[in-house]
């Protein structure tokens, strides 16, 4: 494929004629790329082979990590789950549309091709009139992978998908920065209690008030179960070196240690530690609203990666709420 095409669209009010286009793309078995409330996903047709084997070659995914089906309504749900555990249709009625992915049986629909083998297939209707207009349009459920090169930041604006996945995608949706900015929470109600497979952008305490005690597995180490978690993600290019928070004295020591090696460093904090910060080094500021610093995160570690730094120190936030997803997200882009 030689083009990728980007078409801007309203976040709120698409125009129909360019959600139209998107759809024909689908169609045809090409790859489009959306905006969620989460990061922009990678769509293709579930039913399509051709455009999933597209979908793994595009962001360099290796095949044991299954694709989420994204789905607009019951229609799309029910030609790919066989049957929604209670559990699993109170989580539904409660935050769907939004950042919540259920895992549940499949139907014999769905290839093995999307879900790596499993018997089990990952479903979100994401809260974005975009995408779902864009599912509407198509009729079927569309597979969205984050669009990104596998193991790198997930996209939070239509630039990124650009730059990671140029030339193999046709079309990139255009509805300006994701407000969540993390991805979905993966749930997986075929067990009870229900395990979270991964940490996202609705809280476990949250799910917990809606269906009652949860278990969270996030290690990857259970096999199949929580197959994405075994690869390393969500890291930039520059090495990243975790701090705790507020730790002034390791942060400072952390500093110190780097530009001796004579390294470029980058800095992410939202505390005081700015102040142990010296002229020449590049650094960013984050809130200490969770919200916003979940939102910045990913585009943050990306523009300190433009700006060619050799080590992001980024200073840890508290492992609560929306605290717990991010602080996964740090551990994970700082092992490797
Ligand atoms: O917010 C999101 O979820 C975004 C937007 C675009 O919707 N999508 C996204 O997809 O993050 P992806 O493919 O990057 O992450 C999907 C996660 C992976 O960790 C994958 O291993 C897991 O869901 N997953 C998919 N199918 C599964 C299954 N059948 N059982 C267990 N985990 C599954
Ligand atoms: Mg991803």
């Known amino acids: 494929m030689a083009d990728t095409k980007i078409l801007s669209v309203s976040p709120t009010d698409p125009d129909p004629d360019a959600i139209e286009q998107a759809a024909a793309v689908l169609r045809k078995g090409g790859l489009v790329a959306f905006p969620t409330e989460t990061v922009y996903g990678l769509g293709a047709d579930v039913l399509n082979l051709g455009a999933i084997k597209k979908v793994f070659e595009a962001k360099g995914r290796p095949s044991d990590n299954p694709l989420i089906v994204h789905v607009a309504g019951t229609k799309q749900l029910d030609d790919i789950v066989d049957e929604i555990p209670d559990k699993g249709k109170t989580l539904g009625e409660a935050f769907w549309p939004g950042p919540l992915t259920l895992v549940m049986k499949r139907t014999i629909l769905v ?17 974005h009139p975009v995408a779902l207009a864009l599912i509407r349009a198509f009729g079927e459920g569309i597979v969205g992978p984050s669009a990104n090169l596998s193991g790198r930041p997930s996209p939070t604006a239509a630039s990124h998908v650009y730059d990671d996945l140029r030339g193999h995608v046709d079309l990139i949706l255009d509805a300006g920065p994701t407000v969540i900015g ?7 109600v075929t067990v009870d209690p229900p395990v979270i497979l ?47 928070m507020g730790d002034a004295a390791a942060f400072g020591a952390v ?24 002229s020449g080094d590049f650094y960013r500021v984050l809130p200490s609203s969770m919200e916003i610093f979940g939102r910045y995160l990913f585009r943050t ?12 120190v980024i200073e840890g936030v508290e492992e609560h709420g929306l605290g717990a997803t991010i602080m996964d997200r740090l551990r994970r882009a700082s092992q490797g």
């Open 111 to 127: 290839s093995d091709l999307v879900t790596s083998g499993l018997d089990t297939v990952a479903v979100r209707m994401p809260g």
């Open 182 to 188: 993390l991805e979905s929470t993966v749930v997986d």
């Open 198 to 244: 991964r940490l996202g952008g609705l809280t476990r305490e949250r799910i917990e008030e809606a269906i009652g005690n949860v278990e969270t597995d996030t290690s990857g180490e259970h096999g199949v179960r929580s197959p994405g978690t075994r690869h390393r993600h969500y890291a930039p290019r520059a090495q990243v070196i975790l701090a705790r």
């Open 301 to 312: 570690l990306r523009e300190l990666d433009a700006l060619r730094v050799d080590v992001i």
């Open 255 to 278: 500093l110190r240690e780097q530009r001796q090696l004579g390294k470029n460093v980058g800095c992410i904090v939202h505390s005081q530690l700015l102040s142990h910060l010296e």
